[in-house]
T-cell receptor, first 110, second 114 residues
Framework: LAKTTQPISMDSYEGQEVNITCSHN???????ITWYQQFPSQGPRFIIQ?????VTNEVASLFIPADRKSSTLSLPRVSLSDTAVYYC???????????WGAGTKLIIKP | KAGVTQTPRYLIKTRGQQVTLSCSPI?????VSWYQQTPGQGLQFLFE???????NKGNFPGRFSGRQFSNSRSEMNVSTLELGDSALYLC?????????????FGSGTRLTVV
């Protein structure tokens, strides 16, 4: 049974690179790994999605090793506005279910 | 384009009452999912509808139900409210089910049960 595990919280400072790792054992070959960001009093919003190796967009990078048992969301040069909860999830192509992690509360300090 | 609209934004109900929440998806999106979010439990999946049919269901008691209309708008209903049902209820729409990068969430309905 697929499950995602991520740290409950992390702290960092403005201008630093932040890496949040998510463990997802037992995912199938074609399941996608996706990350969402949530600010207080708002719904989550899509950040990035990957299948294998590395994906980069204007907001973040996603690193997925060959065994796909984990993934790492990388936020370059964070600012105070990156303070949010970050969710890792796996999309199961077998039944279209989404397996959400518990979320990582990221606090950026000045 | 208009986003996902959830109404009402805030709601206060008494134990034992029932409540109906509404979600209007983005135009062209035919899949609507509902989530319950509490501080201690994170995002908990309730159910997903696509073309008026429930496609997936989470582990919630039968007091939680939903439906989807032909225009893709969705409602969820909670009967016999309990204090533990106090939460932020989020709706997300997508063009089709199981599209992890395609979900757009509304701002949620904050339900307080007293």
């Amino acid at each position: 049974l697929a499950k995602t595990t991520q740290p409950i919280s992390m702290d960092s400072y403005e201008g630093q690179e932040v890496n949040i790792t998510c463990s997802h054992n037992n995912i199938a070959t074609n399941d996608y790994i996706t990350w969402y960001q949530q600010f207080p009093s708002q719904g989550p919003r899509f950040i990035i999605q990957g299948y294998k190796t590395k994906v980069t967009n204007e907001v973040a990078s996603l690193f997925i090793p060959a065994d796909r048992k984990s993934s790492t969301l990388s936020l370059p040069r964070v600012s105070l506005s990156d303070t949010a909860v970050y969710y890792c999830l796996v999309g199961l192509l077998s039944n279209y279910q989404l397996i959400w992690g518990a979320g990582t509360k990221l606090i950026i300090k000045p | 384009k208009a986003g996902v609209t959830q109404t009402p934004r805030y709601l206060i109900k008494t134990r034992g009452q029932q409540v109906t929440l509404s979600c209007s998806p983005i135009s062209g999106h035919r899949s609507v999912s509902w989530y319950q979010q509490t501080p201690g439990q994170g995002l908990q999946f309730l159910f997903e509808y696509f073309s008026e049919t429930q496609r997936n269901k989470g582990n919630f008691p039968g007091r939680f139900s939903g439906r989807q209309f032909s225009n893709s708008r969705s409602e969820m209903n909670v009967s016999t409210l309990e204090l533990g049902d106090s939460a932020l209820y989020l709706c997300a729409s997508s063009r089709r089910p199981g599209q992890p990068d395609g979900y757009t969430f509304g701002s949620g309905t904050r339900l307080t049960v007293v």
